[in-house]
């Protein structure tokens, strides 16, 4: 790497980027990142520009010697580069207006990493990802792709699946902000908790909680239980959890459980948003105007703290922790999505889990977490299952598979109104799916 580092960001123009350059900006001093090739597409070329400006005005106020490039040419980009990250959204947020929207009318949860809205930002998402890795095989072989595109556990599933370019890792925020959370609780620092976490993204537990060398599980799920204590996140509803069932739990839930354990109370806060306009993405969409409007200032040249307002808030950390590791051979551990390789045995070896992992230069080795508790174990294959399934369907465009997803996953009521959205979804994200459409339109107009 001594012609100095390169890391190229392919959804550049995401109003969360100022997020990462600040990242990259702090940790200059262990990462130092040469050249950042921030890269979109022509439907994103606007925001690009205006993030891109924000982010050499970032670095240069900051005195780091990173050059900051912005291109709609992701060959270009991606050339001899040794880290990517992902973060795009196919069909911009008018598409995810509609995974929301559309279960929701049909009264089902309507989210855009879990359940319709899941499999569909999947659906759009794999296809596109898929050529990007074949892309960096052929013009920078050993770079790492780090994705936090959602929804991120199907699409490292689809990734380690079907891409001949292995060196993948899904990142997400939530492993950090219950770490962060859970510190604040007990008001420590960080360095002093220890989470032994498992499971898969967005469905992920605390198995175990320590305080230095005390195991403080019990206490934590205690204070969780506490209606006054909120885990949870900006976009997702902190509906305050029973507190027996916590504690028979065993184990920390994440923020998206609710959407499984608390199904009704959750669909009952969404529908009522529905009603009024305010699914998570239509207020999102405002906010990102608003976002982008303060990102225009010129005299702006910092990360605004408004973007904290997002759901993703802390994302940088996870993903230029991860880089840093890497490059520095640091062999700490972090919390990402990797092939299991027999870390949960109830899961596929080859499958993506969301574990703990110790990072090296070659890559995170996911740490043994044996056996899930029984009681863990059932959702979370269920939820392998349909990543699985969603996976297969992204790559082959089958309904049946497609179908089946739906149909598995408990947060869709019945087989009717599993093909009911699928239809319905399919309708709407017709010029997203390729794979779908132009092999047979039979099966998608049959009813
Ligand atoms: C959470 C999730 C992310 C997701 C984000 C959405 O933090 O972990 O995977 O992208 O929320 O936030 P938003 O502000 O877009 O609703």
Redesign the pocket.
Known sequence: MDKGLKVVTIGGGSSYTPELVEGFIKRYHELPIKELWLVDIEAGKEKLEIVGELAKRMVKKAGVPIDVHITLDRRQALKNADFVTTQMRVGLLDARIKDERIPLEMGMIGQE?NGAGGLFKGLRTIPILLEITEEMQELCPDAWLINFT?P?GMVTEALLRYSAHKKVIGV???PFNMHLSISKMLDVEMERVYIEFAGLN?MLFGLHVYLDDQDVTEKVLEMLGDPTIQLS???IAPLPWNQQFLKALGAVPCPYHRYYYKTKDILDEELEAFKNGKT?AEV?KKLEEELFELYKDPTLTIKPPQLEQ???AYYSDAACNVISSIYNDKKDVQVLNVQNKGAIQQIDYLSAVEVNCIVTKNGPIPITVGELPVHLQGLVQQIKSFERLGAEAAVTGSYEKALLALTINPLIPSDEMAERVLQSLLEAHEPYLPAFFNQSKEHVKQN
């Open positions: 990493t959602n991120a997400c925020n939530v967005h996140m900006k976009n998570r999102v997002r759901g993703g």
